[in-house]
C-alpha cells in the first residue's frame, strides 16, 4: 500500500477528471520538483483521466493531453504499479505541457529522452516507497520491452 494514494477502482468506463479516480498525487516529491507546487495543483485538478476498454496500462493521448488507463488495468493491478504508473505519465504530461516530442521517432524506445527522464524519476520514487532494485526490474519487465533493450535500459537507469 502507497501512504495516501487512492485509486478508486470501482470508477465507469469513460472520461473523468483526475481527483475523481486518484487522490494523493499531490503530496509526491518527485511531481513538486518536476511541475512546482502550484503547477502541480492546477494539473491535477484540471487534467482529465479516461477509463477505457482497450486492452493495456497507461498512456498519454496527446491529441487531447488525457491519461489514458485500460479498465481492466485499473481494476486488478497492484496499487503500486498504478502509482508508479501514474508518475510515469504526469511526466510525459509536463513534457508534453513544455512542448517536447513524446515520441520521437529518432529515438528507440529505451533511448528516447523523455522515457529515459520518466524512468529515472519512476525508479526514484519506487526506491522511495520501498521497493528493492529486484522488484523494479519486474515492474519494468512489460511485453514491448525486448530482452536485449530491457537491459540497455536497466543499466541506463543504475539498476544492473
Excluded at 14 to 41: A, D, M, W, Y
Excluded at 73 to 94: C, G, N, P, Q, T
Amino acid at each position: 500500500m502507497v501512504e495516501n494514494f487512492e485509486i478508486s477502482r470501482s470508477i465507469e468506463i469513460g472520461v473523468h477528471k483526475l481527483p475523481e479516480v486518484f487522490k494523493g498525487l499531490e503530496n509526491v516529491e518527485e511531481l513538486r520538483k518536476v511541475f512546482g507546487e502550484e503547477e502541480l495543483k492546477k494539473v491535477l485538478q484540471d487534467l482529465c483521466v479516461r477509463i477505457t476498454k482497450r486492452h493495456g496500462y497507461m498512456w498519454v493521448d496527446e491529441e487531447n493531453c488525457h491519461i489514458c488507463i485500460s479498465f481492466d488495468y485499473l481494476s486488478r493491478a497492484d496499487e503500486k504499479y498504478i502509482y508508479l504508473d501514474m508518475v510515469h505519465e504526469l511526466i510525459h504530461i509536463k513534457q508534453l505541457k513544455d512542448g517536447r516530442e513524446l515520441f520521437d521517432k529518432n529515438y528507440i524506445y529505451v533511448e528516447r529522452p523523455t522515457e529515459i527522464e520518466a524512468y529515472k524519476i519512476t525508479v526514484s520514487e519506487a526506491k522511495r516507497i520501498g521497493m528493492t532494485d529486484n522488484e523494479i526490474i519486474y515492474y519494468l519487465s512489460v511485453e514491448w520491452i525486448n530482452q536485449e533493450d530491457r537491459v540497455k535500459l536497466l543499466k541506463t537507469l543504475g539498476l544492473i
